[in-house]
């Protein structure tokens, strides 16, 4: 058993570098614990995750993310060492549905304090014409997301989500239903950590209030826009463009590497010309191929939307929040905001 106990050195180096920051503000009672021992050990399965355990954690949590700055989630595999790590969490936090390996490890792992974020918000089926989900058919088999969407509806004619199993997992797009999961986190690291409860929740209140203000700018700057159609080489963004009042067109599915078929994009020209869409969207962390191809082709211009799955130097932003605002400029300038 103590072998297990040497596994995750990064989740103990990582909890090292936050507990010396922390260390300056501590009492010297707390010194004496050694700057972690009493810090909460939390697992995050990636960046959307990992933000919401840092910003409501605050200097009581040492987080870990699973998924590296830079590697799309969706393709995640993950080594012993990490799977180990979780095993060793006190709270892991994580969105089931995007990474099938981390549900597995999950499952496994026993861990007590697990939340997973789809249960703190309501989850919905995106259909094709906001979000064109499942154009992306064999790409998403191969990565196996969503199987059980797959399984139900095996034949078909590519437009796949059904009622059944098809719920689309890029909530935290959405600032208001972010700013659910993140009272849900809030909430539930309070029940893990009694003892540091006022500060859980303070930090909770300061970025809902913050989710809150990026949700207004969103509302404010969409408002009046000569097209409500954006194109977008991942289908990411369903719930955001339910929130305001946009459609999203896919070119592929869920998953940002497949491959549209020609019909597809074909059928994005059409719509390019009869909505009066300006801008193909490409994200950060995948190819921009399909995009630059469709744009060529189409003579429409490409810009980035980013998904906001990882945070790397390519990033618009150094956090979620700038990111976010990054993401509102790109999409006032493809639309027509006036």
């Given at each position: 058993m103590n072998v297990r106990r040497l596994i995750p050195t990064t989740a103990v180096a990582g909890a090292v570098v936050l507990g010396?920051?922390?260390?300056?503000?501590c009492s010297t009672s707390d010194a004496a614990d050694g700057g972690n021992g009493?810090?909460?050990k939390v697992t995050a399965s990636f960046y959307p995750m990992q933000f919401l355990a840092e910003r409501i954690?605050?200097?009581?949590v040492a987080v870990t993310s699973l998924t590296k700055?830079?590697?799309?989630?969706?393709?995640?595999?993950l080594t012993p060492r990490q799977i180990g790590s979780i095993s060793e969490s006190d709270y892991v936090l994580y969105l089931k549905g995007i990474q099938?390996?981390?549900?597995?490890?999950?499952k496994q792992s026993g861990v007590k304090n697990t939340v997973d974020a789809a249960t703190l918000t309501t989850l919905e089926n995106h259909g094709s014409e906001v979000s064109g989900h499942d154009h992306g058919h064999e790409g998403e088999e191969e990565h196996g997301h969503e199987e059980e969407a797959h399984e139900e509806h095996s034949e078909g004619d590519g437009h796949n989500h059904g009622e059944e199993g098809g719920a689309d997992p890029h909530i935290w797009l959405d600032p208001v239903?972010?700013?659910e999961v993140a009272k849900g986190v809030g909430k539930s690291l309070e029940k893990a950590d009694p003892d540091h409860a006022a500060d859980y929740k303070k930090n909770t209140d300061a970025l809902v209030a913050e989710l809150g203000e990026l949700n207004t700018a969103y509302e404010t700057g969409l408002k009046n826009?000569?097209?409500k159609t954006f194109i977008t080489t991942h289908s990411a963004f369903g719930y955001l463009a339910e929130r305001y009042g946009l459609t999203q067109q896919g070119i592929a599915g869920i998953d940002p590497e497949a491959e549209p078929s020609p019909a597809r994009i074909q059928e994005i020209h059409t719509i390019a010309e009869k909505e009066k869409a300006t801008t193909v969207f490409f994200e950060t962390l995948a190819s921009d191929r399909t995009a630059q191809t469709l744009a060529k082709d189409t003579g429409l211009k490409t810009g980035v939307l980013d998904p906001l799955e990882g945070i790397t130097k390519k990033s618009q932003g150094a956090d979620y929040i700038e990111v976010m605002e990054s993401?509102?400029?790109a999409l006032q300038k493809a639309l027509g905001a006036k």
């Open positions: 010396l920051t922390a260390l300056s503000a009493d810090k909460l954690g605050g200097e009581h700055p830079g590697v799309e989630p969706h393709d995640l595999e099938p390996a981390v549900d597995d490890a999950i239903k972010y700013a826009t000569s097209t993401n509102l400029a």
